[in-house]
């Protein structure tokens, strides 16, 4: 019923094309007004971060596990994790949480925060009524696409931090942080290494960021009509609504990208000198030989019960950060 309410939505009341070039209605400019979906996104994506990394670990390492481990049967999500704790302690599940903290500090600021200021503006300049679905999804990926540009060598730090202690001791690299991290690899292995996997990173912050903003923007829209919500005071139902909604298209659009970004961004020259992955076409056309179509869901469990909290505690923080932000600096 939600979904063919959002279709009947969008075809029964095609929203008008904002015209980009037309002058946007006076407003306050501030400083302070310029930063604020930079800022609330920012703390959001921080406070998020902390509180799913040992989620985002596991998922990590569940999709590494078939490549460390040839021929062992994978664990389970729980296996994993109850493992990690009772062989390596509680900290464990924190491993590169510095190099979390530091990446979503910029890219998850920059890919809500650009969202967020580019709807708004289409918003304004088609004289404030919402948006249609394709411009939120434009205005998401170009989102997405730059805040990848800026963030990739921390989510490479981040990747190798997670994964070093599954290895061999002989095999680890053992960061000692995300800055230490990140100077070795460019020490080690050159500047380039530092955006290994580009290529399906940017394909995957585009695809998240349309998941997560675009179609929790939309489905929030949709709810708010459904239940007659306040639109500056939605009820918790339809704030969760939206957000699990964008939490659940995120996954699923987002996962086959983030396992060839993982898969890229953690390999090793093999005794010949010779890299696994020649790039992302030749990495998704092995893992698809090799291992299946349905390989590139591999851990979904865990990455869905990762991105959907995720999503909840992000847009639930910027809501809650924003009251406080918009008081203190007198803004609306």
Same mark, same amino acid.
């Given at each position: 019923?939600?979904?063919?309410?959002?279709?009947?939505?969008?075809?029964?009341?095609?929203?008008?094309?904002?015209?980009?070039?037309?002058?946007?209605?006076?407003?306050?400019?501030?400083?302070?007004?310029?930063?604020?979906?930079?800022?609330?996104?920012?703390?959001?994506?921080?406070?998020?971060?902390?509180?799913?990394?040992?989620?985002?670990?596991?998922?990590?390492?569940?999709?590494?596990?078939?490549?460390?481990?040839?021929?062992?049967?994978?664990?389970?999500?729980?296996?994993?994790?109850?493992?990690?704790?009772?062989?390596?302690?509680?900290?464990?599940?924190?491993?590169?949480?510095?190099?979390?903290?530091?990446?979503?500090?910029?890219?998850?600021?920059?890919?809500?925060?650009?969202?967020?200021?580019?709807?708004?503006?289409?918003?304004?300049?088609?004289?404030?009524? !919402?948006?249609?679905? /394709?411009?939120?999804?434009?205005?998401?990926?170009?989102?997405?696409?730059?805040?990848?540009?800026?963030?990739? !060598?921390?989510?490479?730090?981040?990747?190798?931090?997670?994964?070093?202690? &599954?290895?061999?001791?002989?095999?680890?690299?053992?960061?000692?942080?995300?800055?230490?991290?990140?100077?070795?690899?460019?020490? /080690?292995?050159?500047?380039?290494?530092?955006?290994?996997?580009?290529?399906?990173?940017?394909?995957?912050? &585009?695809?998240?960021?349309?998941?997560?903003?675009?179609?929790?923007?939309?489905?929030?829209?949709?709810?708010?009509?459904?239940?007659?919500?306040?639109?500056?005071?939605?009820?918790?139902?339809?704030?969760?609504?939206?957000?699990?909604?964008?939490?659940?298209?995120?996954?699923?659009?987002?996962?086959?990208?983030?396992?060839?970004?993982?898969?890229?961004?953690?390999?090793?020259?093999?005794?010949?000198?010779?890299?696994?992955?020649?790039?992302?076409?030749?990495?998704?056309?092995?893992?698809?030989?090799?291992?299946?179509?349905?390989?590139?869901?591999?851990?979904?469990?865990?990455?869905?019960?990762?991105?959907?909290?995720?999503?909840?505690?992000?847009?639930?923080?910027?809501?809650?950060?924003?009251?406080?932000?918009?008081?203190?600096?007198?803004?609306?």
């Amino acid at each position: 019923a939600f979904v063919a309410s959002w279709a009947r939505e969008s075809m029964d009341n095609p929203p008008q094309t904002p015209t980009l070039l037309a002058p946007s209605p006076a407003g306050d400019r501030s400083a302070a007004k310029v930063a604020m979906p930079f800022v609330t996104s920012g703390i959001a994506a921080c406070f998020a971060s902390f509180c799913i990394h040992p989620i985002d670990l596991a998922k990590v390492r569940l999709q590494l596990f078939a490549v460390q481990n040839p021929g062992v049967p994978k664990p389970t999500f729980v296996s994993l994790l109850s493992n990690m704790v009772a062989e390596q302690g509680i900290t464990s599940v924190y491993a590169g949480l510095s190099a979390s903290f530091l990446r979503q500090a910029i890219y998850g600021t920059a890919r809500m925060g650009i969202h967020r200021t580019l709807s708004d503006m289409l918003v304004a300049r088609n004289g404030g009524q !919402p948006i249609g679905f /394709e411009l939120k999804a434009a205005s998401s990926m170009t989102g997405g696409a730059l805040a990848v540009c800026v963030g990739t !060598p921390f989510d490479v730090a981040l990747v190798r931090m997670q994964a070093d202690t &599954m290895k061999p001791a002989a095999e680890r690299r053992n960061y000692s942080n995300a800055v230490n991290a990140i100077g070795r690899i460019a020490t /080690e292995e050159g500047y380039s290494a530092l955006y290994k996997g580009l290529a399906p990173n940017i394909f995957r912050g &585009m695809a998240m960021n349309v998941g997560m903003m675009a179609c929790s923007d939309q489905a929030r829209e949709v709810m708010l009509k459904l239940t007659g919500d306040d639109p500056k005071h939605p009820s918790l139902t339809t704030r969760l609504g939206a957000a699990a909604t964008g939490g659940f298209f995120a996954s699923f659009l987002s996962l086959p990208f983030d396992l060839i970004k993982s898969r890229l961004q953690d390999m090793k020259p093999g005794p010949d000198g010779k890299v696994p992955y020649r790039g992302l076409a030749h990495c998704a056309g092995s893992i698809l030989t090799k291992e299946g179509p349905l390989a590139f869901w591999t851990g979904f469990g865990a990455y869905f019960t990762r991105s959907a909290p995720h999503a909840m505690i992000i847009l639930l923080t910027i809501d809650e950060v924003k009251k406080v932000y918009t008081k203190t600096f007198h803004v609306e």
